[in-house]
């Protein structure tokens, strides 16, 4: 069995899609784009645009009962959106040291232990972008260490708060929802 087939979500019975080509449209900093003639399982061929991504990790940081969140400016969205700290994985890097890395430099709070969530895709319909997601705890301060591209304030939340809010759909980001409401359940589960 293959990744992709294991990660089809228990689709592995059903035959996949082939790619007869591809040609790049597109080679960016973060995300690659690429137009793939493919083979569909009907059997049916077709151009699919695809933006390669190189994945992400995203953490819901737990401190004395509060969840460390960032108000982040987001340019494609119009504006600024609440979520728990995450950024893309750098070249050979792994989702959990992406993680440990990414909740110190936007909370100033390093992690002593990281509880992995599971993963998601964020938007399969055209990217390959898969994020990581994890719950740390054993938080120390230390110091927040912002990139160029990062506009971000932090809010301290109570951890019920932030999790209700998510499921009552006041939280708009997706990796953040998902990641709060995993949280919620394994924490749940202890």
Known sequence: MSEREDEAGGARHLPGGERLGSREIFRGRTVHLDVDHVRLPNGNEMDLELIHHPGAAAVVPV??????????????????????PAGKLDPGESPKSCAFREVEEETGYRPTDLQPLGWIWTSPGFTDEKIWLYLATGLTATRQQLGKDE???????????????????????????????RAARHLDHQ
């Open 63 to 84: 401190l004395e009962g509060d969840v460390l969140m960032v108000r982040q400016y987001r340019y494609a969205t119009g504006g600024w959106l609440l979520e728990v």
């Open 151 to 181: 506009v971000l304030s932090l809010e301290r939340l109570p951890l019920r708060e932030a999790i209700d809010k998510a499921a009552r759909g006041e939280i708009h980001d997706a990796k953040s929802v998902c990641a709060l409401l």
